[in-house]
Protein backbone atom coordinates (compact mmCIF):
# COMPACT_ATOMS: atom_id res chain seq x y z
CA UNK A 1 0.00 0.00 0.00
CA UNK A 2 2.88 2.16 0.25
CA UNK A 3 3.58 2.75 -3.48
CA UNK A 4 -0.18 3.60 -4.16
CA UNK A 5 -0.81 5.91 -0.75
CA UNK A 6 2.64 7.59 -2.33
CA UNK A 7 1.55 8.34 -5.41
CA UNK A 8 -1.70 9.98 -4.51
CA UNK A 9 0.14 11.89 -2.08
CA UNK A 10 2.79 12.24 -4.79
CA UNK A 11 -0.25 13.91 -7.39
CA UNK A 12 -2.55 14.85 -5.57
CA UNK A 13 -3.68 17.59 -2.93
CA UNK A 14 -5.95 14.69 -1.36
CA UNK A 15 -4.62 14.44 2.46
CA UNK A 16 -2.42 11.37 3.10
CA UNK A 17 -0.75 11.11 6.06
CA UNK A 18 2.44 8.50 6.27
CA UNK A 19 5.23 8.09 7.96
CA UNK A 20 8.05 8.92 5.75
CA UNK A 21 8.10 9.80 2.16
CA UNK A 22 7.81 6.60 -0.09
CA UNK A 23 10.54 6.12 -2.44
CA UNK A 24 9.66 7.35 -6.26
CA UNK A 25 10.81 4.04 -7.28
CA UNK A 26 8.03 2.33 -5.37
CA UNK A 27 5.35 5.30 -6.28
CA UNK A 28 6.03 5.33 -10.30
CA UNK A 29 4.81 2.07 -10.97
CA UNK A 30 1.06 3.40 -9.87
CA UNK A 31 1.07 6.73 -11.08
CA UNK A 32 -1.10 5.43 -14.20
CA UNK A 33 -3.64 3.61 -11.48
CA UNK A 34 -3.67 7.13 -9.57
CA UNK A 35 -4.30 8.89 -12.92
CA UNK A 36 -7.10 6.83 -13.55
CA UNK A 37 -8.91 7.36 -9.97
CA UNK A 38 -8.43 11.29 -11.01
CA UNK A 39 -10.34 10.70 -13.96
CA UNK A 40 -12.54 8.52 -12.80
CA UNK A 41 -13.54 11.76 -10.07
CA UNK A 42 -13.57 14.13 -13.12
CA UNK A 43 -15.56 11.68 -15.44
CA UNK A 44 -18.22 11.66 -12.32
CA UNK A 45 -18.07 15.14 -11.87
CA UNK A 46 -18.67 16.04 -16.08
CA UNK A 47 -21.79 13.32 -16.21
CA UNK A 48 -23.66 14.19 -12.83
CA UNK A 49 -23.63 17.49 -13.63
CA UNK A 50 -24.72 17.05 -17.65
CA UNK A 51 -27.86 16.04 -15.98
CA UNK A 52 -28.44 19.31 -14.79
CA UNK A 53 -26.72 21.56 -16.95
CA UNK A 54 -25.22 22.31 -20.65
CA UNK A 55 -22.54 20.30 -21.31
CA UNK A 56 -20.27 23.34 -21.63
CA UNK A 57 -20.81 24.08 -17.82
CA UNK A 58 -20.16 20.72 -17.19
CA UNK A 59 -17.03 20.44 -18.71
CA UNK A 60 -15.61 23.30 -17.31
CA UNK A 61 -16.82 22.52 -13.53
CA UNK A 62 -14.88 19.18 -14.24
CA UNK A 63 -11.72 20.31 -15.38
CA UNK A 64 -11.86 22.59 -12.51
CA UNK A 65 -12.48 19.53 -10.32
CA UNK A 66 -9.43 17.93 -11.82
CA UNK A 67 -7.49 21.09 -11.16
CA UNK A 68 -8.31 21.36 -7.43
CA UNK A 69 -7.80 17.32 -6.73
CA UNK A 70 -4.27 17.12 -8.15
CA UNK A 71 -3.35 21.21 -7.14
CA UNK A 72 -2.34 21.69 -11.23
CA UNK A 73 0.65 20.02 -10.59
CA UNK A 74 1.13 18.73 -14.26
CA UNK A 75 -0.43 22.30 -15.31
CA UNK A 76 2.59 24.30 -13.62
CA UNK A 77 5.11 21.98 -15.56
CA UNK A 78 4.13 22.50 -18.50
CA UNK A 79 3.97 26.41 -18.11
CA UNK A 80 7.28 25.96 -16.64
CA UNK A 81 8.07 24.17 -19.99
CA UNK A 82 6.34 27.20 -22.13
CA UNK A 83 8.60 29.73 -20.99
CA UNK A 84 11.87 27.99 -21.01
CA UNK A 85 11.58 26.19 -24.50
CA UNK A 86 9.86 29.58 -25.61
CA UNK A 87 11.43 32.16 -24.24
CA UNK A 88 15.13 30.70 -23.61
CA UNK A 89 18.12 31.49 -25.88
CA UNK A 90 20.42 28.92 -24.65
CA UNK A 91 20.51 25.95 -22.43
CA UNK A 92 21.50 27.45 -19.55
CA UNK A 93 18.95 29.96 -19.96
CA UNK A 94 16.67 27.42 -19.94
CA UNK A 95 17.89 25.92 -16.74
CA UNK A 96 16.78 28.95 -14.93
CA UNK A 97 13.38 29.91 -16.53
CA UNK A 98 12.90 26.21 -15.37
CA UNK A 99 14.16 27.01 -11.74
CA UNK A 100 12.05 30.59 -11.43
CA UNK A 101 8.51 30.18 -10.07
CA UNK A 102 6.78 33.08 -11.94
CA UNK A 103 5.37 32.40 -14.84
CA UNK A 104 6.10 34.83 -18.44
CA UNK A 105 3.67 34.92 -21.33
CA UNK A 106 5.12 31.65 -22.66
CA UNK A 107 3.63 30.02 -19.81
CA UNK A 108 0.07 31.33 -19.20
CA UNK A 109 -0.69 31.52 -22.54
CA UNK A 110 0.08 27.12 -22.34
CA UNK A 111 -2.04 27.14 -19.04
CA UNK A 112 -4.81 28.93 -21.10
CA UNK A 113 -4.54 27.07 -24.05
CA UNK A 114 -4.49 23.41 -22.24
CA UNK A 115 -7.44 24.41 -19.77
CA UNK A 116 -9.84 25.60 -22.76
CA UNK A 117 -9.15 23.00 -24.63
CA UNK A 118 -10.18 20.16 -22.01
CA UNK A 119 -12.82 22.29 -21.49
CA UNK A 120 -14.20 22.64 -25.09
CA UNK A 121 -13.22 18.59 -26.02
CA UNK A 122 -15.07 17.69 -23.00
CA UNK A 123 -18.29 19.63 -23.88
CA UNK A 124 -17.64 18.32 -27.31
CA UNK A 125 -17.76 14.72 -26.78
CA UNK A 126 -21.24 13.07 -28.06
CA UNK A 127 -22.59 10.99 -25.04
CA UNK A 128 -22.39 11.20 -21.48
CA UNK A 129 -20.87 7.31 -21.49
CA UNK A 130 -17.97 8.61 -24.15
CA UNK A 131 -18.02 11.90 -21.91
CA UNK A 132 -16.95 9.63 -19.32
CA UNK A 133 -14.77 7.15 -20.40
CA UNK A 134 -13.11 9.78 -22.33
CA UNK A 135 -12.01 11.86 -18.97
CA UNK A 136 -10.68 8.56 -17.74
CA UNK A 137 -8.70 7.39 -20.34
CA UNK A 138 -6.95 10.50 -20.71
CA UNK A 139 -5.84 11.21 -17.46
CA UNK A 140 -4.61 7.33 -17.30
CA UNK A 141 -2.94 7.51 -20.44
CA UNK A 142 -1.35 10.83 -19.16
CA UNK A 143 0.54 9.71 -16.47
CA UNK A 144 0.92 6.25 -18.32
CA UNK A 145 2.82 8.29 -20.70
CA UNK A 146 5.26 9.93 -18.46
CA UNK A 147 6.26 6.24 -17.14
CA UNK A 148 8.25 5.20 -20.12
CA UNK A 149 9.62 8.36 -20.68
CA UNK A 150 11.52 8.04 -17.77
CA UNK A 151 12.75 4.29 -18.86
CA UNK A 152 14.01 5.74 -22.23
CA UNK A 153 14.62 9.55 -22.27
CA UNK A 154 17.84 10.52 -20.72
CA UNK A 155 18.29 13.32 -17.86
CA UNK A 156 18.97 16.55 -18.46
CA UNK A 157 20.81 16.81 -15.32
CA UNK A 158 22.76 14.46 -12.80
CA UNK A 159 20.18 15.61 -10.05
CA UNK A 160 16.83 15.98 -9.46
CA UNK A 161 13.30 14.15 -10.20
CA UNK A 162 13.88 13.06 -13.90
CA UNK A 163 17.56 11.87 -12.94
CA UNK A 164 16.16 10.01 -9.50
CA UNK A 165 13.47 8.48 -11.92
CA UNK A 166 15.95 7.20 -14.48
CA UNK A 167 18.53 5.93 -12.58
CA UNK A 168 16.15 3.70 -10.35
CA UNK A 169 13.26 2.36 -11.41
CA UNK A 170 12.72 -1.07 -11.45
CA UNK A 171 11.98 -2.55 -15.07
CA UNK A 172 9.48 -4.52 -14.18
CA UNK A 173 7.30 -3.27 -11.47
CA UNK A 174 7.63 -0.18 -14.31
CA UNK A 175 6.67 -2.02 -16.94
CA UNK A 176 3.48 -3.31 -15.02
CA UNK A 177 2.16 -0.15 -14.44
CA UNK A 178 2.25 0.77 -18.06
CA UNK A 179 0.47 -2.18 -18.72
CA UNK A 180 -2.06 -1.37 -15.63
CA UNK A 181 -2.90 2.19 -17.16
CA UNK A 182 -3.48 0.41 -21.01
CA UNK A 183 -5.52 -2.46 -19.61
CA UNK A 184 -7.55 1.23 -17.37
CA UNK A 185 -7.84 2.49 -20.54
CA UNK A 186 -9.19 -0.18 -22.70
CA UNK A 187 -11.51 -1.15 -20.26
CA UNK A 188 -13.04 2.33 -20.49
CA UNK A 189 -13.04 3.22 -23.90
CA UNK A 190 -12.82 -0.42 -25.83
CA UNK A 191 -11.11 -0.53 -29.29
CA UNK A 192 -10.45 3.26 -29.22
CA UNK A 193 -7.70 3.23 -27.02
CA UNK A 194 -6.16 2.04 -30.11
CA UNK A 195 -6.15 5.14 -31.79
CA UNK A 196 -5.84 6.39 -28.49
CA UNK A 197 -2.68 4.94 -27.72
CA UNK A 198 -0.99 6.26 -30.85
CA UNK A 199 -2.03 9.63 -30.74
CA UNK A 200 -0.58 9.62 -27.08
CA UNK A 201 2.61 7.67 -28.25
CA UNK A 202 3.23 10.45 -31.07
CA UNK A 203 2.26 13.22 -28.19
CA UNK A 204 5.17 11.99 -26.17
CA UNK A 205 7.46 11.50 -28.70
CA UNK A 206 7.01 14.95 -29.62
CA UNK A 207 7.37 16.08 -26.16
CA UNK A 208 10.25 14.52 -25.53
CA UNK A 209 11.96 14.87 -28.60
CA UNK A 210 11.52 19.05 -28.18
CA UNK A 211 12.89 18.18 -24.48
CA UNK A 212 16.42 16.65 -25.68
CA UNK A 213 16.91 19.00 -28.16
CA UNK A 214 16.31 22.04 -26.03
CA UNK A 215 17.92 20.92 -23.03
CA UNK A 216 19.34 17.43 -23.38
CA UNK A 217 16.44 15.21 -21.33
CA UNK A 218 14.05 15.13 -18.91
CA UNK A 219 13.58 17.07 -15.87
CA UNK A 220 9.95 17.26 -13.53
CA UNK A 221 8.70 19.86 -15.09
CA UNK A 222 8.68 18.13 -18.94
CA UNK A 223 7.26 15.05 -17.64
CA UNK A 224 4.59 17.56 -16.47
CA UNK A 225 4.42 18.88 -19.82
CA UNK A 226 4.46 15.34 -21.11
CA UNK A 227 1.22 14.45 -19.14
CA UNK A 228 -0.72 17.66 -20.52
CA UNK A 229 -0.29 17.09 -23.71
CA UNK A 230 -1.03 13.59 -23.64
CA UNK A 231 -3.86 14.12 -21.90
CA UNK A 232 -5.31 17.09 -24.48
CA UNK A 233 -4.49 15.13 -27.29
CA UNK A 234 -6.12 11.99 -26.30
CA UNK A 235 -9.56 14.19 -25.62
CA UNK A 236 -9.42 15.20 -28.55
CA UNK A 237 -9.43 12.09 -30.28
CA UNK A 238 -12.18 10.71 -28.37
CA UNK A 239 -13.91 13.56 -29.66
CA UNK A 240 -13.81 12.79 -32.94
CA UNK A 241 -14.61 9.10 -32.04
CA UNK A 242 -17.67 9.93 -30.20
CA UNK A 243 -18.82 11.67 -33.38
CA UNK A 244 -18.82 8.51 -35.33
CA UNK A 245 -18.77 5.18 -33.18
CA UNK A 246 -20.52 4.81 -29.77
CA UNK A 247 -18.37 3.84 -26.34
CA UNK A 248 -18.65 -0.14 -26.60
CA UNK A 249 -20.22 -0.03 -22.91
CA UNK A 250 -22.38 2.88 -23.36
Known amino acids: MTGVLGAIQFLTRIPIRMGAAAPHQRIVPWFP???????????????GLAELVPPSV????????GLMITGAFHEDGLADVADAFGGGATRE???EILKDSRHGTYGVAALCASIV???VAGASIA?????????VAAHALGRTAAVPAMLVV???TDAGLGADHAR????ASTLLGVGSGLAIATLATGWWVLWLVGVATVATSATCLLAVRKIGGLVGDVLGAVEQVVE????VTITALSTRYGVWWG
Open 33 to 47: FVGALIGVGVGAVAV
Open 58 to 65: AATTAVIA
Open 93 to 95: RRF
Open 117 to 119: LRV
Open 127 to 135: TQAAMFAGF
Open 154 to 156: PPA
Open 168 to 171: RLPI
Open 232 to 235: CTVL
